[in-house]
């Protein structure tokens, strides 16, 4: 595709509801990285994934944060038992290297209402 | 804890004028830094990023200048335009981890007409 594509865009969701926020990368992209975005605050590493492996969780915050690529493309990020707190800007990029460097394209997020 | 801080918080410029975002860092295994320019209800694009081997690094009225031995970056637009009002992230990574990205606390700016 052309870009990082997420959906939902928006989620409402009734505190103790599970969701389920989908990534689709850009294609050929091996890597695929999930941050969450608090309000007025910088995106913070949540999980990463190189092909179908998840290589780092070390960003998510409990284990009520589960994230799977099971055939290396599209990935899901699942919140069991949203809590107040976990209302945020969900983002998700994928990375490819670039010239002289890295380059990392996000999706334009999924934002989380959970009341 | 905090690796990398960002100020100001937020910015206001004239248009025509320079924008100054400053950033430092505390991770001396960081071996790149990128910034990231974020409109409302987007995500993050890649502005201009460097690596500790240089100092500076021009694209169009873009500029980062990096101080290694202070452990600090910038960045600088020049002829600030209202178009580029938005929110700046500076970010660093290292190689080794695979690129997840630090980031700081953002710098919300405003270019006047």
């Known amino acids: 595709g052309a870009g990082v594509s997420q959906s939902p865009r928006y989620k409402v969701a009734k505190r103790g509801q599970d969701v389920a926020l989908r990534c689709d990368p850009i294609?050929?992209?091996?890597?695929l990285f999930w941050y969450q975005q608090a309000l007025g605050q910088g995106p913070e590493f949540l999980t990463y994934?190189?092909?179908?492996?998840?290589?780092?969780k070390s960003g998510l915050p409990s284990d009520r944060f589960f994230a799977e690529r099971p055939e290396g493309s599209v990935s899901t990020l699942k919140i069991q038992r949203t809590q107040q707190e976990d209302s945020a800007v969900y983002l998700c990029a994928s990375w490819s290297w670039a010239e002289g460097g890295e380059t990392q394209y996000f999706g334009p997020g999924t934002r989380l209402l959970v009341l | 804890q905090q690796q990398v801080k960002q100020s100001p918080q937020s910015l206001i410029v004239q248009k025509g004028g320079i924008s100054i975002i400053n950033c430092a860092y505390e991770?001396?295994?960081?071996?790149?830094f990128p910034w990231y320019q974020q409109f409302p209800g987007k995500g993050p694009a890649l502005l201009i990023a460097?690596?500790?081997?240089?100092s500076e690094k021009k694209e169009g009225r873009f500029t980062i200048s990096f101080n290694k031995s202070a452990k600090q970056f910038s960045l600088h637009i020049m002829d600030s335009q209202p178009g580029d009002s938005a929110t700046y992230f500076c970010?660093?990574?290292?190689?080794?981890?695979?690129?997840?990205?630090?980031f700081g606390e953002g710098t919300q700016l405003t270019v006047n007409p």
């Open positions: 991770n001396t295994a960081f071996d790149y």
């Open positions: 294609s050929g992209h091996v890597s």
């Open positions: 994934f190189q092909n179908e492996a998840q290589l780092d």
């Open positions: 970010a660093a990574s290292k190689e080794t981890s695979g690129s997840r990205l630090t």
């Open positions: 460097i690596r500790p081997d240089v």
